[in-house]
């Protein structure tokens, strides 16, 4: 059975001390997530990771939000997977929009940084999606599976149990603009199609493949209720904790 998965993604927001805050008051939500067998977490700055990990029980994800795929060099402001491993820290998210467009990632550095992770046996969430642009021009298929195919080239079915898969169309990342059910199931579904071709129907039935995009407590329910969505990546909703809270009673 594939895993259902919430996972926030805090981007630059929250200091170490409101980032104690807020996991100080976690302890229903993390037990109710238990409840629901829902995978739950945060992915909080570099400089919050250890706070939140040593004040959050084992099963509760705390990921990174990006990662350098060599051990150590001369990279400056870079953070790599040993030093993510010493605080605790097993899942990163890889290829957020985010990167893509203000850091300039492509799928190929994408691909390495998913290569190293899931080699070092951790979870890498690999965020994909069109811009409004590539919506609107139809595209959103060839742009998907070209991320998809880039992304884990030459990356061994064995290893996949290490990989989650997030569609983001980039149109609805903090635009209070997410798609509709039936757009982000008819996407997740292709692919999931897409894995299928690249390795086999086993594999592309383990993965989970979230949705992500102006993720809300009061339209989450919806996503969960399609075959082929597993969870959702919320940015917005997850920064406070009532409403991270409700992401999980409204799943
Ligand atoms: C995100 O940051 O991945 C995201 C989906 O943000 P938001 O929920 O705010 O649209």
């Given at each position: 059975m594939r895993k259902?998965?919430?996972?926030?993604?805090?981007?630059?927001?929250?200091?170490?001390?409101?980032?104690?805050?807020?996991?100080?008051?976690?302890?229903?939500?993390?037990?109710?997530?238990?409840?629901?067998?829902?995978?739950?977490?945060?992915?909080?700055?570099?400089?919050?990771?250890?706070?939140?990990?040593?004040?959050?029980?084992?099963?509760?994800?705390?990921?990174?939000?990006?990662?350098?795929?060599?051990?150590?060099?001369?990279?400056?402001?870079?953070?790599?997977?040993?030093?993510?491993?010493?605080?605790?820290?097993?899942?990163?998210?890889?290829?957020?929009?985010?990167?893509?467009m203000y850091q300039g990632e492509t799928n190929e550095l994408c691909n390495k940084k998913i290569h190293a992770l899931v080699n070092n046996e951790m979870t890498c969430v690999y965020c994909v999606g069109e811009t409004l642009e590539q919506y609107e021009q139809g595209i959103t298929k060839d742009v998907v599976k070209n991320q998809v195919v880039e992304g884990l080239k030459d990356v061994q079915a064995e290893r996949l149990k290490y990989l989650v898969i997030a569609y983001e169309p980039v149109w609805s990342i903090g635009t209070g603009k997410n798609a509709s059910k039936e757009i982000a199931e008819d996407v997740c579904k292709f692919i999931r199609d897409t894995l299928c071709e690249l390795y086999n129907s086993e594999v592309a039935e383990s993965i989970s493949i979230l949705y992500g995009g102006s993720v809300k407590p009061n339209n989450i329910h919806e996503y969960m209720t399609m075959a082929d969505i597993d969870g959702a990546l919320v940015g917005g909703a997850s920064l406070k904790t009532d409403s991270f809270k409700e992401l999980i009673e409204n799943f």
């Open positions: 259902k998965i919430m996972l926030g993604n805090w981007k630059m927001n929250h200091t170490i001390t409101t980032a104690r805050e807020f996991v100080e008051t976690l302890d229903d939500t993390i037990k109710l997530a238990d409840r629901k067998n829902i995978v739950i977490g945060v992915c909080p700055t570099y400089l919050c990771l250890n706070t939140v990990r040593r004040r959050t029980p084992f099963s509760f994800v705390v990921g990174a939000q990006d990662v350098h795929y060599l051990e150590s060099g001369a990279f400056t402001g870079s953070i790599s997977i040993p030093m993510l491993k010493e605080v605790g820290i097993d899942w990163c998210l890889v290829g957020h929009s985010e990167r893509r």
